[in-house]
């Protein structure tokens, strides 16, 4: 049956990715495009000193860049970005946690200044988790607990690694992301999911993708703000920012890593068993803090509430105002949720379903 799944995925990915190369021939037969601006100096703020200090860290051979802000000697908070971003998307979180905090925003494997593996295998869920607790084990001399905060696909990989290394986290905050299993039944439920979800299976394809993202001088950045502007404070991004995200990503090669965690996405794997909701939930024994957007359109209220089944003790926290990136858009507030959360001063719940009576939110379409 997988085997089965896997070809109507790589069907699937033909399909999306030849409607995608029909969709821009008649802009490259006549050569609307825009070239590619040259960015050989790093923006000055991205050695900013006040974010922190950059290090290196050598794990299996795989050199890890992480900035980090506040003394060694406080409770380590790890910070795990999403796709489409890197340390810097912390910054605010390096500033506004590091006085009583070890604040820790490292780029993921194959963003940023880390490096960038070719082989798609090296992404895989396993490998990604497995390199992720040698990395915390080579800044943690002892065995103290972290705190894990995740957005986006880093928190996918923060909940596949409390799930499997339950005992090295004290406190799970999940930013914008569903429980890998909520995401994945969502992409697969339906055949409009699968048309909503079509950049997944593209991602199957070879340079393609690459190709889209560096496509009019990153034209996804511009898209990326605009499509922000009715929900986000856009004074939080300024022209500085967005020449950071452009110089940090200027090259095909700066986007081949972050597209390898999608071509390692397991849905030829993802079971009909877990589709119809069958068999035990795995739930994490750590506290988590789940906190989304009222306005993203990347994400429902009802799939981030329905991923507190997978917790065993939870509280939520919606920041009103905010699309996908509550941590940057209102820094403030996550920032004082995020610090009530690691001070035990947050109540907690034990039922998703109680906590959705009170919500009354519209759910958005991803």
């Not at 005992?167 to 569903?178: A, D, G, H, N, Y």
């Not at 996550?334 to 109680?354: A, P």
Request: glycine share 6%.
């Amino acid at each position: 049956m997988d085997f089965i799944r896997e070809i109507q995925i790589q069907c699937f990915a033909f399909i999306f990715g030849g409607l995608r190369v029909a969709s821009k021939f008649p802009q490259w037969i006549r050569g609307k495009h825009v070239q590619m601006a040259i960015r050989e100096s790093p923006p000055e703020c991205l050695s900013d000193p006040l974010l922190g200090r950059h290090i290196f860290a050598k794990i299996n051979g795989t050199k890890y860049n992480y900035v980090e802000s506040g003394s060694r000697r406080q409770e380590m908070i790890l910070c795990l970005h999403d796709f489409g971003d890197f340390w810097y998307g912390w910054r605010n979180q390096l500033r506004g946690l590091s006085h009583s905090n070890w604040v820790v925003a490292l780029d993921l494997k194959g963003f940023g200044e880390t490096k960038k593996p070719f082989i798609a295998s090296k992404y895989k869920d396993e490998v990604v988790v497995e390199q992720l607790k040698q990395f915390i084990d080579v800044l943690q001399e002892d065995d103290k607990q972290i705190v894990i905060i995740g957005h986006g696909l880093g928190g996918y990989i923060a909940w596949k690694f409390v799930e499997k290394y339950p005992s090295m986290v004290r406190k799970f905050i999940s930013i914008s992301t569903p429980h890998p299993r909520i995401w994945l039944k969502h992409v697969m439920r339906s055949w409009r999911s699968v048309i909503e979800n079509r950049w997944l299976y593209v991602c199957r394809l070879p340079f393609l993708p690459e190709m889209e993202k560096v496509a009019n001088d990153l034209e996804v950045f511009y898209k990326r703000f605009k499509n922000s502007n009715s929900v986000m404070n856009q004074s939080k991004y300024s022209n500085l920012d967005k020449e950071d995200y452009k110089y940090t990503v200027s090259h095909t090669t700066d986007w081949q890593g972050p597209i390898n965690y999608f071509r390692n996405f397991p849905l030829a794997d993802f079971s009909r068993s877990v589709l119809k909701e069958e068999g035990p939930k795995p739930c994490i024994p750590v506290e988590a803090l789940l906190i989304v957007g009222n306005v993203d359109p990347e994400l429902s209220l009802d799939r981030m509430s329905q991923s507190a089944e997978y917790a065993d003790r939870f509280a939520m926290q919606i920041v009103n105002g905010t699309g996908h990136s509550p941590h940057q858009e209102q820094p403030n507030v996550v920032n004082k949720h995020i610090n009530k959360f690691i001070k035990d001063e947050l109540s907690y719940m034990t039922k998703w379903s109680s906590m959705m009576k009170d919500v009354s939110q519209p759910k958005f379409s991803p």
